[in-house]
């Protein structure tokens, strides 16, 4: 194996780590941060090392990578966490785990005793989790100040920064062996960069010599259709007018199998051509690479908290994610990056530094953990954070987390919202199980929650799949035109008839994949519930399903319970929507929805939804038929609310005048009925 740049510091690394509590490490992408720190620290005798990923491909990869240096099995001495996934045993040393799963774990141990050194890495990718571990790390180092070491690594981060925040700790730089790389850009902005890039991919496996191309494309959709253009075009080539070209995806949905042929180098005379999103910017790193096409943009998402909706926007990438990408190119000899915009745009438009995560998320899941943390000496109202969220979105999280009871009106948490705390699902849906266990309709909102964790790797996106779905879909029972959870439901349903039949899924054009992972969550969340309800479960949680009504009443009720801040109203004359939040709102219901139009031709009057999306225009995604009474009293509870009393037990001082803005009222005078009938 090629020695890593990182491998000849690390007598300075071990000597700088023994000295101080918190050591940043920064080193260029492909230096053996993510693989080799660890096993250094290993070799000199340190307990059990946690190392964090902020995303799920790069902790399994990375995992599988030490386990095959080290000669050990997967799981045993090395192994990984993420979410619904664990592949530890009590013999790890070295876990790889995403920050999410390590935010989880310090819940329910929040010195994390367990280990003796605690890595974050890709700390540049500025997660919302990873910056909540930062804040967490500061107070801990203070705590366990004898036996915890922890090392900040990135890429690209200011370290100076991040320096200051942990008490002016040492940084240590590892120079990486970067070559030239030759940057070249277009005049003008393409009309299309999927024809661009295909364009350019070609000119370079015509005329340069060997090396592997990396291309920079958004999304998945974009790179399946680039990889099926680019297969077409090289197989067209005259045979032996050039090299062989082997064309290979990469994204975070691809099946671990097929992730890690991007790490075998390519037979003799043949060169590969990778199509990435911006995961192999700097979370995986493809050796051989010597020309980069980079298209400047990026699909990220973004949340508004004054709206409550969240856009999956194509945004431009900044200055650094555009080194970041060139430098892929030089990592074994001088290579060349192609950008596919002209210098003026990346000059004057890209933003110096991505905006980080925390800026750009909803809060709520973050907030609601923060506040069920056991920690007596942590004033969550100065809770440090790197960069602070603003005012707005920590509001709107307090608003969120009061309407589903997670806490009191002074912004306490509730007995409930310790509870959902633990669930590892967003508030909305943790509070949704936790009233389906009251209703009895545990059973079936085990199945939607699990169903709406995996959904988007349920269904293959291709025609031939799809004409298969919707003959299934067609012969579901009544109800499934209340709404998509329902869909989804009455889906794994069937599919449980068949005993988990793998044929039936394929036959019905549904990802094996997707759904044996949502049988698997499923059977953890119900063993999570387990645990937390002290009280009695829905005893059918676990077993088989009872006869119950065709309208789902139950668990209409307990999603609307659960999304009460994601409720919308039929507006009086067409079919649009407007929601019942503090920002109310004209939207659609997604053309993707089952929701059916009822006997006078018309869309309920009350619906809840899992999200909403702007693309561009406000469409409600996953939606669901709810009754009027009961969203009546969460209205009346939206009223009560104030946000000034809310904040005073909140993270943060909120300086600004409290929102005084409620929702409009249903048009019509309904008494709210009582929902023991419900039950
Ligand atoms: P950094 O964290 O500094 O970006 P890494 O430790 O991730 O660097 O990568 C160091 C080297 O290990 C790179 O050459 C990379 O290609 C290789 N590598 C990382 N993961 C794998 C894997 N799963 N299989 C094969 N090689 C890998």
């Given at each position: 194996m090629v020695s890593l740049p990182i491998v000849q510091y690390e007598e300075k690394i071990i000597e700088t780590v023994e000295r101080n509590p918190v050591v940043v490490v920064i080193g260029e992408t492909g230096s053996g941060k993510s693989t080799q720190l660890s096993q250094m620290l290993h070799r000199r005798g340190y307990g059990k090392i946690a190392i964090t990923q902020p995303r799920r491909v790069a902790a399994v990869s990375v995992a599988r990578r030490v386990a095959h240096e080290l000669g050990v099995q997967l799981g045993e001495e090395v192994g990984y966490a993420i979410r619904f996934e664990d592949r530890t045993s009590h013999s790890t040393r070295i876990k790889y785990l995403t920050d999410g799963v390590l935010l989880r774990e310090s819940l329910a141990n929040p010195e994390l005793n367990e280990y003796s050194v605690i890595i974050l890495d890709e700390a540049h990718e500025r997660s919302l989790n990873t910056d909540i571990l930062m804040g967490l790390m500061r107070r801990l180092v203070n705590i366990r100040s004898s036996d915890l070491k922890v090392l900040i690594t990135s890429a690209t981060l200011d370290g100076e920064k991040v320096s200051k925040f942990f008490a002016d700790c040492p940084v240590l730089n590892v120079p990486g062996k970067l070559y030239p790389v030759e940057v070249l850009y277009s005049r003008e902005r393409p009309s299309s960069y999927l024809e661009s890039s295909l364009k350019t991919a070609l000119d370079i496996h015509i005329r340069e010599p060997e090396g592997d191309i990396l291309i920079f494309m958004t999304g998945q959709d974009d790179i399946e259709k680039l990889v099926s253009k680019l297969e077409d075009k090289v197989r067209a080539l005259?045979?032996?007018?050039c090299m062989d070209a082997i064309i290979l995806p990469l994204h975070g949905s691809l099946p671990p199998e097929l992730q890690v042929r991007v790490f075998s180098p390519p037979p003799p005379n043949c060169r590969r051509i990778i199509v990435a999103t911006n995961i192999a910017e700097t979370s995986l790193t493809v050796d051989g690479v010597v020309y980069v096409i980079d298209s400047g943009y990026v699909k990220q998402r973004q949340y508004n908290p004054s709206s409550g909706m969240y856009s999956l926007d194509v945004v431009q990438i900044s200055k650094v994610q555009a080194n970041q990408r060139a430098g892929r190119a030089g990592r074994t000899r001088p290579g060349k990056c192609y950008r596919l915009y002209p210098s003026r745009i990346y000059n004057d438009e890209f933003l110096d530094v991505t905006v980080p995560e925390i800026q750009r998320s909803s809060l709520a899941g973050s907030v609601l953990y923060l506040k069920s943390l056991d920690l007596p000496d942590i004033d969550i109202l100065k809770f440090d954070f790197l960069d602070p969220p603003s005012s707005e979105s920590l509001q709107d999280a307090l608003k969120q987390l009061f309407l589903i009871d997670a806490i009191d009106e002074n912004g306490a948490i509730t007995s409930i919202g310790q509870k959902m705390a633990e669930l590892p699902l967003e508030p909305s849906l943790a509070k949704t199980l936790m009233e389906a266990n009251n209703y009895g309709c545990l059973y079936e909102a085990l199945t939607v929650a699990a169903m709406l964790s995996a959904e988007t790797t349920l269904l293959p996106g291709q025609r031939k799949t799809e004409k298969k779905r919707k003959h299934t879909i067609s012969n579901l029972p009544d109800g499934s035109g209340l709404g998509d959870h329902i869909q989804l439901l009455q889906i794994y349903e069937c599919w449980d008839q068949t005993d988990f039949d793998i044929g039936w899924c394929k036959d019905n054009g549904l990802q094996v994949r997707g759904m044996l992972f949502v049988r698997d969550v499923r059977k953890q969340l119900s063993q999570i519930m387990q645990k937390i309800s002290k009280g009695p479960l829905d005893v059918r949680a676990n077993g088989k399903r009872e006869e119950f009504r065709q309208d789902y009443r139950n668990l209409r009720k307990a999603l609307c319970m659960g999304y009460a801040n994601q409720l919308a109203e039929r507006k009086m004359h067409h079919n649009g929507y407007r929601t019942l939040g503090f920002q109310a709102q004209v939207v659609q219901v997604h053309p993707s929805s089952v929701l059916s139009l009822d006997d006078l031709g018309k869309f309920p009057d009350y619906v809840v939804y899992h999200e909403l999306i702007a693309t561009p225009r406000p469409y409600m995604r996953n939606v669901c038929a709810v009754e009027m009474r009961w969203v009546i009293p969460i209205i009346n509870k939206l009223k009560s609310l104030d946000v000034y009393k809310l904040s005073s037990g909140g993270v943060h001082h909120v300086e600004e005048e409290p929102e005084k803005k409620l929702p409009d009222f249903p048009k019509k005078d309904v008494e709210v009925a009582s929902t023991a009938d419900d039950r």
């Open positions: 005259e045979e032996g007018s």
